[in-house]
């Protein structure tokens, strides 16, 4: 009952994201903002580590494909001699060299695609 016959309610409200807590558990003004202050950061905590999730989830299911055939990721055409990678829409006549191991040049063109991406993803936000 000695709640009701002081004032010691807080309300904490996080300007940038709105979240708006609110105590009146305890006796001592001091202790419910401490409380408010703890339950404030957990909720701050809890939405920034959504927004992780939800990120990584996101990137996963870009790197990941759907496991069917039309999801290839590269095509060796030994008539032909060509290797095609279906990612960045990339043709190349040497065959032969890229199953000796010599595949630099994939290397290259699949990290200049992947930092385009992600400069692209940069000027988005």
Known sequence: QSVNTTYSAIR????PTGIVVSC?????????????????RTRLYEREY?????????????MVSTGDRS???RTYNWPQGRV???RIN?????????IDGDIQELVDKLQMA????????????
């Open 12 to 15: 904490l409200t996080h300007i």
């Open 24 to 40: 009146q558990d305890e006796k001592s003004q001091i202790k419910n903002l401490a409380k408010a202050m703890k339950v404030l």
């Open 50 to 62: 959504a927004k992780y999730l939800e990120e990584m989830s996101t990137k996963r299911k870009t």
């Open 71 to 73: 999801a290839k990721i």
């Open 84 to 86: 095609t990678d279906h």
């Open 90 to 98: 990339l043709t190349m006549y040497n065959l032969q060299q890229v």
């Open 114 to 125: 992947e930092n385009a991406e992600r400069l692209k993803e940069g000027f988005e936000e």
